[in-house]
């Protein structure tokens, strides 16, 4: 059912994106299923798993840069591009990359921006001073608060991109000051027996260092968009394999916060060079990287799947592990799975095979299976148990046919996930979900073996009317599709669509063990354009934003809210037997996304969480940013030129009612601290404050430095509105100077900060 949001904003980055796109290559084709896609018609209700637990949500967001003429991954191929600070004395705020092209014949730049505590934007410009062609930044937030942030540019003018990093310090606990840009990777590099290899599309992660509690380790893992493989008979060039070059290096506090040139390490992945140089089989990997943290710590992941001439028992599922750190005197560790499960091709009503090759005469089809399929851009996340969780589109997928094949229509959300310990593999159904044991089968929902639906059951009343099949469908199969991409066409993109639009994110679980993933649906505009389903046409311009939760580490997943700005009736989604009609169990109307188009969804690397109310009801707020694309389709691939879009990032309040099943309805969110007022102010100005709750508060004012100014509040407060004045001239007897100052507030665990502005 459709639920209606309020949103207060919070941000809107516009951006413009590139063309250093990786190069699709396939060795599975797809291809339609005969007759109706999916055997859906405009009244065919679909199935869903209840969720058993219900959320509402609601919104921030607000404009920062506008226009953007780039529209293709602003926030790079699996990157988090939004972290948080660790908080406490190291901020409580968060840093954001993205690359965007302002003009509509400017260089595309690569941005940063910084949201403080109370989700003020305090920074948000370039990063560097030379106009020059920028693009794919990767970014991690270390443990002192500092932004570590990698990306490739052109800036000697050679032609070829070199592999640069700076920082943000945050030092005294201000951002906005952007270190040097110093070079990491000089292309071309030689390794592996060649000269010309262009290692670009780094990843940033920053973790523990071997020398000690008082040094980071920084990793800048950049990939080969060179290749010496097996020769394509499509373009006549060696068939892509991205092996990655990887640089490492140890830093202090002191280090980034003086500007200190760092030290850099340079390693790689033996098997996947030689992947790279290997004429006779071609392997392509897709995969993402990250590093471990506390019991993990040393841990190196990089972790994904491969495709290629793979022998009919090869395990195509890889997890690459270094246990120390990176350093070149111990060896890369490789465990393989087969993570795909095998299907019979399902029984029409009289008997026959229902998937068939219609190239081959419509001889049915054998050795059918789930598989990953289209999912190059995806990241990973850690929960408590130590496992790793990879987001996934599996598609239904055979090698019956001459290089293999896979059905569009029929792709699956999955949740990989592989535990570091026991170096074990399982796969969660995320959406949509299995009725009964075992994986999601589009046509045996409860996995007892049996078709569940056929054309009309058996009651064809011989009408075309848009419900019932026609004749030639009578009888047969009946299922569902979803299709999860931020496009609907796959044939303005020549088919490579599914390559470079595939986009599942997840975050990493929090302290209380919640989980986000988030992906695109454009399911209801295929329909309407591709198979001119009317019933549709309010979504004929824009894809879906699901979002899913997992409230237990990933062990189980909610069904899905589908976020958009399509405002449609109630029963829109109801037929008139009273069964859902919608793509997901609730649709959720943005406003303030009229007449947006929404593409590329990036979320932070976890969800904060907001604290529990009397009822036991839970709220935690998601971060992610996406690109409102002017020209639907990325023109970058299919639509033509970039027209002006933007960034848009929102925050998401999903409210969670952990003692039943009963809808919670989602506030705006409040802040405990309001601007003073006046600001800028001589000598005094007042504070107002809320208390959420009753409790101690307390509430002090710092400068710049860090160091304590004045204690205002420090006493029991009851629930509800206070103020308080500061007299800057009434300062335990020091003087107080014209500048910047920081007032803070914390209620138990919950801390807010502002900044006020004296001047005499």
Same mark, same amino acid.
């Given at each position: ?36 896609? @999916? ?185 080969? !968009? ?47 060079? @030689? ?5 006779? $089989? ?5 995969? *993402? ?57 399902? *029984? ?22 789930? $598989? ?48 570091? *310990?026991?170096?074990?593999? !399982? ?11 075992? /994986? ?55 088919? @490579? ?13 929090? *302290? ?7 992906? =695109? ?37 909610? @069904? ?15 037929? $008139?037997?009273?069964?859902?009609? #919608?793509?997901?169990?609730? =649709? ?17 690397? $976890?969800?904060?969480?907001? #604290? ?14 996406? /690109? ?93 509105? =206070?103020?308080?004045?500061?007299? #800057? ?32």
């Amino acid at each position: 059912m459709k639920k209606t949001l309020t949103i207060l904003m919070l941000l809107t980055l516009a951006f413009a994106l590139i063309a250093e796109v990786q190069t699709p290559a396939f060795d599975k084709k797809p291809l339609n299923i005969s007759g109706d896609i @999916a055997g859906r018609s405009a009244g065919t209700p679909i199935t869903r798993t209840e969720r058993t637990v219900n959320w509402g949500a609601n919104y921030t967001q607000q404009f920062l840069q506008d226009p953007n003429y780039y529209d293709y991954m602003p926030g790079a191929y699996s990157n988090t591009p939004i972290r948080l600070q660790p908080g406490g004395d190291y901020g409580d705020g968060m840093f954001i990359t993205y690359m965007a092209r302002p003009t509509s014949t400017g260089n595309r730049r690569v941005y940063y921006a910084y949201l403080d505590g109370t989700g003020n934007v305090t920074q948000n410009g370039l990063f560097t001073t030379v106009d020059t062609w920028e693009g794919y930044p990767g970014m991690d937030v270390d443990d002192w608060g500092k932004m570590m942030m990698a990306w490739h540019d052109d800036a000697d003018g050679d032609q070829v991109y070199q592999v640069k990093m700076g920082w943000d310090p945050y030092f005294a606990g201000i951002p906005g000051i952007p270190s040097d840009a110093y070079m990491v990777i000089d292309n071309p590099i030689t390794t592996n027996g060649s000269d010309d290899n262009q290692f670009i599309w780094p990843s940033v992660q920053v973790g523990p260092s071997p020398l000690g509690d008082t040094y980071q380790r920084v990793y800048i893992l950049a990939r080969n !968009s060179v290749s010496h493989s097996v020769i394509s008979e499509t373009t006549g060039e060696p068939s892509p394999v991205e092996n990655p070059y990887i640089s490492y290096a140890d830093y202090t506090q002191d280090d980034v916060d003086f500007g200190l040139p760092l030290t850099w390490n340079y390693t790689s992945i033996p098997m996947l060079d @030689a992947w790279n140089a290997d004429t006779n $089989e071609w392997r392509r990997p897709f995969f *993402s990287f990250i590093v471990g943290k506390g019991i993990n710590a040393g841990k190196v992941i990089y972790m994904g799947y491969h495709l290629g001439d793979t022998a009919d028992d090869e395990l195509t599922y890889d997890v690459f592990i270094h246990e120390d750190y990176c350093n070149p005197t111990s060896t890369w560790g490789l465990n393989s799975f087969d993570i795909s499960y095998p299907v019979n091709n399902p *029984s029409n009503g009289d008997g026959s095979l229902y998937f068939t090759d219609s190239e081959n005469g419509d001889v049915p089809i054998t050795d059918m299976a789930y $598989e990953v399929t289209n999912n190059g851009h995806f990241t990973l996340g850690w929960d408590q148990d130590n496992n790793l969780h990879m987001p996934a589109t599996f598609a239904l997928t055979g090698q019956g046919l001459d290089s293999g094949y896979y059905y569009p229509s029929l792709h699956i959300v999955k949740d990989i996930v592989y535990n570091v *310990s026991t170096n074990e593999m !399982s796969l969660t159904d995320v959406f949509p979900k299995s009725t009964g044991p075992g /994986h999601f089968v589009h046509w045996d929902l409860d996995n007892d073996g049996n078709v569940d639906y056929f054309w009309d059951d058996g009651t064809y009343d011989g009408v075309d009317d848009g419900v019932t099949p026609d004749i030639d469908g009578y009888g047969n199969v009946k299922m569902d599709s979803i299709l999860p991409f931020p496009h609907y066409d796959p044939d303005s993109h020549d088919d @490579a669509m599914f390559f470079h639009l595939g986009h599942t994110k997840i975050t990493s679980a929090n *302290s209380e063990g919640a989980m986000a993933m988030v992906w =695109h649906d454009s399911t209801p505009a295929n329909d309407f354009h591709i198979d001119g389903l009317t019933y549709w046409q309010p979504y004929e311009n824009t894809p879906e934003i699901y979002v899913s939760l997992s409230l237990d580490d990933g062990a189980t997943w909610q @069904a899905p809210i589908a976020f958009s700005g399509v405002d449609v009736a109630d029963d829109f989604w109801v037929d $008139e037997n009273g069964e859902s009609l #919608g793509y997901g169990v609730e =649709h959720a109307y943005v406003p303030e996304w009229d007449g947006m188009t929404p593409i590329f969804a990036y979320p932070a690397e $976890e969800l904060l969480y907001l #604290g529990v109310d009397a009822e036991n009801n839970q709220t935690y707020r998601l971060f992610f940013y996406f /690109h409102d694309d002017d020209v639907w389709g990325c023109s970058t691939q299919a639509e033509g030129q970039a027209g002006p879009g933007k960034i848009v990032l929102t925050a998401l309040d999903f409210t969670v009612n952990l003692t039943g099943n009963e809808v919670v309805t989602a506030t705006p969110a409040k802040s405990m601290l309001a601007q003073n007022y006046p600001n800028p102010f001589n000598p005094t100005t007042q504070i107002n404050y809320s208390a959420p709750v009753n409790g101690d508060v307390s509430l002090n004012v710092y400068n710049v430095k860090g160091q304590l100014v004045k204690n205002l509040v420090n006493s029991h407060k009851t629930a509800g509105d =206070h103020s308080v004045v500061w007299n #800057g001239d009434d300062n335990n007897g020091d003087t107080v100077t014209s500048g910047i100052y920081f007032y803070k507030m914390t209620v138990g665990s919950n801390t807010e900060t502002r900044k006020m502005i004296m001047v005499k």
